[in-house]
């Protein structure tokens, strides 16, 4: 049934991609630097860097780890910054010097911090100065040797990196004092590295690109082994899908999402690169009213971004004043995309938002909705080129049209394996090779995947099955609810019953005008029985939703 889409978008669409057209993602981006050499790579904060300015300073950084740390081909690095330069700078210059990138989240305590270095057994830290506390009180119990400490500001150009830094430090209390024997700044670095005695490492498809931590189907941190292969493989597969719509060197597409999430990686930091696209890196998205500030400067044709960041932007008065004439694409992930804001979007912008799927396993693009869609569909779209998808029971029997059980992905994006993990990597492939998502989908004839939830957020009321995605689109279409997340909480009864958290538009929304609505646009068994209004609800790194957190708390209760 995977290939029953060819007949219904074809769009110029070629079906399979060749992975042979580049080695490694090193190839990708000596593309990108010969081809775009004088275009705008990426800006943040007022400042932008050519592709060969990048170009030379990823040099600068990959000779330094290199001659002065004397890392070797396959060490791991690992990168813990938001969304500035030093970012792409430091990532390609390990790709380029054949090291394993590991990304890790600025926001993590040093616990987690401590879990994920110990696991990659990372040699090297690129890290974020406000995050520095936390290393220095782990870096003994793991394998760091070499500490590289980034301040926001750093290569904002003087005498803007000074102002910056200083505000961020002491006047806004924001970089909590840090003392690591041995540690070097990001600017010392760039200075000691020599971009012509730089020698870049001969690289295949089976070399390893990135440590990308994931909780998986499971729940367990652990590492996707994402090859050179694998990311090569889905950047080709997303461009042969957007190609048509997007011209290569003039394209602006916005980055709220951190470029060390996958979604962000490879759509954003690979894929428009590879088209000589200007990335505009928003460092902290979470401030609408300062990220909206920053759209008003750009013609942007292109952003990706998930459901909470659409919703909060559609609700801003001055987001609905911007021009979006120039808005070509608008691609959301991460998390379901919500019917509501969706449809509330295209009234704004005048465009469609598009949704689209995948996993950190699968690099991370699996599904994308045809880019000449006009309206929301409830569905993540088709299996992408060289992506094969079966829906298949818990036995491994592959499903008919139309009927519910797991979304298994088989394609060259697939990861090589969970790192240092064979059993947990075991538990998630199949013998035919796919990949178990823990996503429970259909698909219908046409060929398009409809998600119905996560396998493991599924809630059982008297034996009916009951998806919190559906809850919640219903409940995000009142004009009184800003967010909102469905959960299953013990019953001696019923088993589960269903429970609503809510973050209210409007103060005035009582508990009875919610129930009453409910009731009005939902069959008996899935109408809340608990409900719980809240002034904002746990987000994960990228602002999807932690419907675990949420379970967590109320069992506890």
Not at 535 to 550: E, Y
């Amino acid at each position: 049934m995977e290939k029953v889409w060819l007949k219904n978008y074809d769009e110029g669409v070629r079906h399979e991609i060749d992975i042979n057209t580049y080695k490694s993602i090193v190839e990708i981006l000596d593309h990108s630097f010969t081809q775009y050499a004088n275009k705008p790579a990426f800006h943040n904060m007022g400042k932008t860097l050519s592709y060969s300015e990048l170009k030379e300073k990823s040099y600068e950084f990959g000779h330094y780890l290199q001659s002065h740390l004397g890392l070797k081909k396959g060490d791991r690095v690992a990168l813990m910054m938001p969304n500035i330069l030093q970012y792409p700078i430091a990532l390609f210059g390990i790709l380029q010097a054949g090291m394993v990138a590991v990304n890790v989240n600025p926001l993590y305590t040093a616990r987690e911090l401590e879990g994920q270095l110990i696991d990659s057994g990372a040699k090297a830290i690129v890290i974020f100065a406000n995050s520095a506390h936390n290393l220095e009180k782990i870096i003994q119990k793991t394998q760091i040797k070499h500490t590289i400490v980034t301040g926001i500001g750093d290569l904002l150009g003087f005498p803007k990196s000074l102002v910056v830094n200083f505000a961020i430090k002491h006047i806004k209390k924001m970089v909590p004092h840090w003392d690591i024997p041995g540690a070097v700044t990001f600017t010392e670095a760039l200075v000691k590295g020599d971009a012509s005695s730089f020698k870049k490492e001969s690289l295949t498809h089976e070399d390893t690109a990135f440590l990308q931590y994931t909780g998986g189907t499971t729940g367990v941190a652990k590492g996707a082994i994402l090859t050179h292969g694998n990311i090569v493989a889905n950047v080709l597969q997303a461009k042969e899908w957007i190609t048509n719509f997007i011209d290569e060197g003039v394209e602006i597409i916005i980055t709220p999402l951190p470029l060390y999430h996958i979604f962000s990686l490879t759509a954003n930091c690979l894929i428009f690169s590879s088209m000589g696209a200007l990335n505009v890196l928003i460092t902290n998205p979470r401030d609408i009213p300062g990220f909206v500030k920053e759209l008003k400067k750009w013609k942007f044709t292109a952003i990706t971004g998930v459901n909470t960041l659409f919703n909060a932007l559609i609700n801003n008065d001055e987001f609905k004043k911007l021009d979006f004439s120039h808005l070509k694409v608008t691609l959301g992930g991460g998390m379901a995309v919500q019917r509501f804001v969706a449809e509330k979007w295209k009234e704004v912008t005048g465009r469609p938002l598009i949704e689209a799927y995948g996993l950190t396993e699968t690099s991370p693009a699996a599904c994308i909705n045809p880019m000449t869609l006009k309206e929301y569909n409830g569905f993540i779209g088709l299996p992408i080129p060289s992506t094969e998808l079966s829906i298949k029971d818990d036995a491994g029997n592959d499903l008919a049209f139309g009927e519910v059980g797991e979304l298994c992905i088989r394609g060259p994006q697939v990861m090589k394996g969970y790192w240092n993990k064979p059993e947990e990597t075991a538990k998630v492939m199949t013998s035919d090779g796919y990949f178990r998502t823990g996503d429970l989908g259909f698909m219908n004839e046409d060929g398009y995947v409809k998600i119905v939830d996560r396998k493991k957020d599924m809630i059982l009321v008297s034996g009916f099955n009951v998806y919190p995605n559906e809850i919640e689109d219903v409940v995000a279409k009142h004009d009184k609810v800003l967010e909102c997340a469905a959960v299953g909480v013990p019953d001696a009864k019923s088993g589960e019953v269903v429970k609503l958290f809510v973050v209210r538009k409007d103060e005035n929304l009582t508990e009875e005008e919610l129930k009453d609505y409910c009731r009005n646009n939902l069959t008996g068994y899935k109408v809340p029985k608990l409900y719980e209004f809240r002034t904002d609800l746990p987000k994960s790194n990228v602002g999807k939703i932690l419907r675990k957190d949420l379970r967590t708390e109320s069992a506890s209760v």
